[in-house]
């Protein structure tokens, strides 16, 4: 994961302004969803994914820097966590997530704290 949680690594694939809506999620222990909205937001960039069924139809917000790689032609993200980190994490809070500072802290807080060593 990037040094930087909320910005895309260079070599994950992500072309700046491409649109990730619509694109399948896979964990490394696998599929966990869709990407339901995303912003290239340079040093507040993320990815709101929906998890469907799979816990109940809970949003999550994963910032860029979760995202191991990006393949276009297939519509699919790959990111460096398990189902079951992401089962874990904070609730995506819609009222809270644009311009609270300590929000986005809590969240990448979360992600830092599960990186693989």
């Known amino acids: 994961m990037s040094d930087n949680m909320w910005g895309y690594e260079p070599t994950s694939g992500y072309i700046a302004g491409a649109d990730l809506t619509g694109y399948k999620v896979e964990?490394?222990?696998g599929s966990i969803g869709k990407v339901d909205k995303h912003s290239d937001e340079v040093?507040?960039?993320y990815l709101v994914v929906d998890?469907?069924?799979w816990?109940?139809?809970k949003h999550v917000l994963l910032p860029a820097g979760t995202v191991s790689g990006v393949d276009a032609e297939a519509r699919r993200i790959?990111?460096?966590?398990?189902?079951?980190?992401?089962?874990?994490?904070p609730e995506f809070d819609k009222d809270k997530?644009?311009?609270?500072s300590g929000y986005h802290e809590?969240?990448?807080?979360?992600y830092r704290s599960h990186r693989r060593p």
């Not at 790959?78 to 994490?89: C, P």
């Open 27 to 29: 964990a490394t222990d």
């Open 43 to 45: 040093g507040s960039a």
């Open 51 to 53: 998890t469907g069924v």
């Open 55 to 57: 816990i109940f139809g």
């Open 78 to 89: 790959f990111v460096d966590l398990t189902k079951d980190q992401i089962k874990d994490s």
């Open 97 to 100: 997530h644009i311009g609270d």
């Open 106 to 110: 809590q969240i990448g807080g979360y």
